[in-house]
Nanobody, 126 residues
């Protein structure tokens, strides 16, 4: 399974970016997709997750109301629309795939996810 994330870049505070994560590979099987981020000198943290069914969506408190996760099942692609960006959103953003049908709590935890993309850098200037 390969996950290709793109859409990062440099944006001013208050601006918007849209990240995409395309999944491919033989016998791709995924129950949910997540976005995590890692800022310099910090641990990787949960941002958002969505089940492919679309029935459940989860957000970190720090991005609620500003970020929106969505998915296109036909394209095996997950998106992260990021609005009202802040300098503290600066990080490398990673998408990840989960196939173990984890619980709601599991969706927030990096070890739950089986496959990870390489990450895309988002830089928000003040």
């Amino acid at each position: 399974v390969q996950l290709q994330a793109c859409g990062g870049g440099l944006v001013q505070a208050g601006g918007s970016l849209r990240l995409s994560c395309a999944a491919s590979g033989r016998a791709f099987s995924s129950y949910a997709m997540g976005w995590f981020r890692q800022a310099p000198g910090k641990e990787r943290e949960f941002v958002a997750a969505i089940k492919w069914s679309g029935a459940n969506i989860y957000y970190a408190d720090s991005v609620k109301g500003r970020f929106t996760i969505s998915r296109d099942k036909a394209k095996n692609t997950v998106y992260l629309q990021m609005n009202s960006l802040k300098p503290e959103d600066t990080a490398v953003y990673y998408c990840a795939s989960e196939s173990r049908r984890g619980t709601q709590v599991d969706m927030y935890l990096a070890p739950t996810y089986d496959y990870w993309g390489h990450g895309t850098l988002v830089t928000v200037s003040s």
